[in-house]
């Protein structure tokens, strides 16, 4: 156990539709970070978050937006969804992301888009 | 631009046999790279860094700049080595950059 809990695990949804992911870093971690991993992208980096506020952004759709909140958790919201947004979702956190130090995954949250 | 190349999509060896993982990696400056292993159904995990210089279950990695690489090494590949392993690439930021990742097969 990584100390990073992710839920829901599991999710179905319809195209069009809108969902939020959470994510709860370990204890201590300040920084969480948001991937995606599909099957023809790979892992991908969506955005970080450092105590609060937007640290960094990757390839994230205008269509996703995340945010962390005062207790450090994050959210991950995907809106207008498509067949391809059909992925599994990871969050990491870290101490401080500039020591390199770990990032410790969750279990992730397997989104499937009908 | 920033860029981990993994190359091979699968690797499938046999138990005993030697394995190698290759990783390439595209970056100006002096970049921190890993290796994450992700077992089956399970979560992604550290499996080894550059800068500690370790090996881990038996896997070890050598940052090579004038190559660019970080080749994943194992002398004699056990069943439970059967996993994806990615390489990653950390700019200094905290996000990392991902390989597209291998399959390790280790077959009996």
């Known amino acids: 156990d990584s100390g990073v809990t992710q839920t829901p695990k599991h999710l179905i949804t319809a195209t069009g539709q809108r969902v939020t992911l959470r994510c709860s870093p370990r204890?201590?971690?300040?920084?969480v970070y948001w991937y995606q991993q599909s099957l023809d992208q790979g892992l991908q980096f969506l955005i970080q978050?450092?105590?609060?506020?937007?640290?960094a952004k990757g390839n994230i759709l205008e269509r996703f937006s995340a945010q962390q909140f005062p207790d450090l958790h994050s959210e991950l919201n995907l809106s207008s969804l498509e067949l391809g947004d059909s992925a599994l979702y990871f969050c990491?956190?870290?101490?401080?992301?500039?020591?390199?130090?770990?990032?410790?995954f969750g279990q992730g949250t397997r989104l499937t888009v009908v | 631009a920033q860029r981990v190349t993994q190359p091979e999509k699968l690797l499938s060896v046999f138990k005993g046999a030697p394995v190698e993982l290759k990783c390439n990696y595209s970056?100006?400056?002096?970049?921190?790279l890993f290796w994450y292993v992700q077992y089956s159904r399970q979560r992604l995990q550290l499996l080894l860094r550059?800068?500690s210089r370790e090996s881990i279950k038996g896997f070890t990695a050598d940052l090579n700049k004038g190559e660019t690489s970080f080749h994943l090494k194992k002398p004699f590949a056990q069943e439970e080595d059967s996993a994806m392993y990615y390489c990653?690439?950390?700019?200094?930021?905290?996000?990392?950059?991902f390989g597209q990742g291998t399959t390790l097969q280790v077959k009996p």
């Open positions: 990491a956190s870290s101490v401080d992301p500039h020591s390199n130090t770990e990032a410790f």
């Open positions: 204890s201590g971690d300040l920084s």
């Open positions: 978050y450092y105590n609060g506020e937007e640290r």
């Open positions: 970056y100006s400056g002096s970049p921190e």
């Open positions: 550059h800068i």
């Open positions: 990653a690439l950390d700019s200094n930021t905290g996000k990392l950059i």
